[in-house]
């Protein structure tokens, strides 16, 4: 089985910074996009940042700016660097992956766990 394990998530204050780690494990054959979305009590789940097999990256306007994704194909791993925080960031973090585990075989979304972040004014 396939599973990606997240890390880094924690409380930090406003203006403060932190990085989050997804690492995949299991039958994997190969890594397509990979991307970062979080989810605030009551709100639905949104894109937060995203990163092709090639490293081209892309934003939501509200973190333009703040955060960085950046992707280790080596150890299979997607990081999300957060820097200038706002409470306005406080939200469930889920990293995902697209995976083939076999060769000829689609890849298939994988998601992390979640870990939390807490931003205080």
């Known amino acids: 089985q396939v599973q990606l394990v997240e890390s880094g998530g924690g409380l930090v204050q406003a203006g403060g910074s932190l990085r989050l780690s997804c690492a995949a494990s299991?039958?994997?054959?190969?890594?397509?996009?990979m991307g970062w979305y979080r989810q605030a009590p009551g709100k639905q789940r949104d894109l937060v940042a995203a990163?092709?097999?090639?490293?081209?990256?892309n934003y939501a306007d509200s973190v333009k700016g703040r955060f960085t994704i950046s992707r280790d194909n080596a150890k299979n791993t997607v990081y999300l660097q957060m820097n200038s925080l706002k409470p306005e960031d406080t939200a469930v973090y889920y990293c995902?992956?697209?995976?083939?585990?076999?060769?000829?075989?689609?890849?298939?979304?994988?998601w992390g766990q979640g870990t939390q972040v807490t931003v205080s004014s």
């Open positions: 299991g039958s994997i054959f190969s890594i397509g996009d």
């Open positions: 995902k992956a697209e995976i083939a585990r076999a060769w000829g075989i689609p890849t298939y979304d994988y």
């Open positions: 990163i092709t097999s090639s490293s081209n990256t």
